[in-house]
């Protein structure tokens, strides 16, 4: 896969708990969905600057794909309520992690799937890191994560509507996960209905957030 995907811009100096975070998000997502071998996710990462959130930069280089990963500091340890820099940094290794399997399969995204998809692997992130995970700390967690979400793209934009739509999506999967499968603890076939949603092009993920 080292063929299909190189870095596009410089290290991430002095993001050593950003990228061992990034690290450990992008090979949980890889076992999950049995990617195997995955490039060393640091080699792709800067710092965002200032204000700016995460952000994912591609280049068609023709014989691979170049990807640069930008994300902010996480906060300080103390700081149990600052969930957003995590968010961000779990939301880019994951349009990383779609992005290189995409590449080594000469499969094209579009950038409502790497949304819908970044969204769902929120959840799945965060909720492998509850104590106990159930039913009601799932309830708890998708809430937090979809609903009253604050967007800094306007209603009508071509941008804001491409993130309302892959919210709600997220929303409605992992609403319908949690009901099939997180009450009646049956993991591996919730496993493996991630791994099929991973694997659906836009449309089909579109229908799995439906229930059609």
């Given at each position: 896969?080292?063929?299909?995907?190189?870095?596009?811009?410089?290290?991430?100096?002095?993001?050593?708990?950003?990228?061992?975070?990034?690290?450990?998000?992008?090979?949980?997502?890889?076992?999950?969905?049995?990617?195997?071998?995955?490039?060393?996710?640091?080699?792709?990462?800067?710092?965002?600057?200032?204000?700016?959130?995460?952000?994912?930069?591609?280049?068609?280089?023709?014989?691979?794909?170049?990807?640069?990963?930008?994300?902010?500091?996480?906060?300080?340890?103390?700081?149990?309520?600052?969930?957003?820099?995590?968010?961000?940094?779990?939301?880019?290794?994951?349009?990383?992690?779609?992005?290189?399997?995409?590449?080594?399969?000469?499969?094209?995204?579009?950038?409502?799937?790497?949304?819908?998809?970044?969204?769902?692997?929120?959840?799945?992130?965060?909720?492998?890191?509850?104590?106990g995970f159930s039913a009601a700390s799932s309830e708890r967690l998708r809430r937090r994560?979809?609903?009253?979400?604050?967007?800094?793209?306007?209603?009508?934009?071509?941008?804001?509507?491409?993130?309302?739509?892959?919210?709600?999506?997220?929303?409605?999967?992992?609403?319908?996960?949690?009901?099939?499968?997180?009450?009646?603890?049956?993991?591996?076939?919730?496993?493996?209905?991630?791994?099929a949603f991973f694997e659906m092009g836009l449309e089909e993920k579109l229908r799995a957030?439906?229930?059609?």
């Open positions: 896969m080292t063929d299909d995907v190189r870095r596009l811009d410089g290290y991430g100096a002095g993001l050593i708990r950003e990228i061992a975070l990034a690290e450990r998000v992008k090979a949980g997502l890889s076992r999950l969905y049995r990617l195997g071998d995955l490039p060393h996710v640091g080699d792709f990462v800067t710092l965002a600057e200032g204000e700016e959130r995460e952000a994912v930069f591609v280049r068609d280089a023709g014989d691979a794909l170049e990807i640069e990963l930008r994300v902010p500091k996480l906060a300080a340890e103390s700081d149990t309520r600052a969930l957003d820099p995590l968010c961000q940094i779990i939301e880019g290794v994951s349009h990383f992690v779609y992005l290189a399997a995409r590449a080594e399969r000469k499969r094209e995204t579009t950038q409502l799937e790497l949304e819908i998809q970044a969204e769902v692997d929120k959840y799945v992130v965060l909720a492998h890191g509850v104590s994560l979809y609903e009253g979400v604050s967007y800094v793209h306007d209603e009508g934009t071509h941008e804001g509507e491409r993130y309302r739509v892959a919210n709600g999506a997220a929303h409605r999967f992992t609403e319908r996960i949690e009901r099939k499968y997180v009450g009646t603890s049956r993991v591996l076939a919730m496993r493996e209905e991630l791994r957030a439906r229930g059609s």
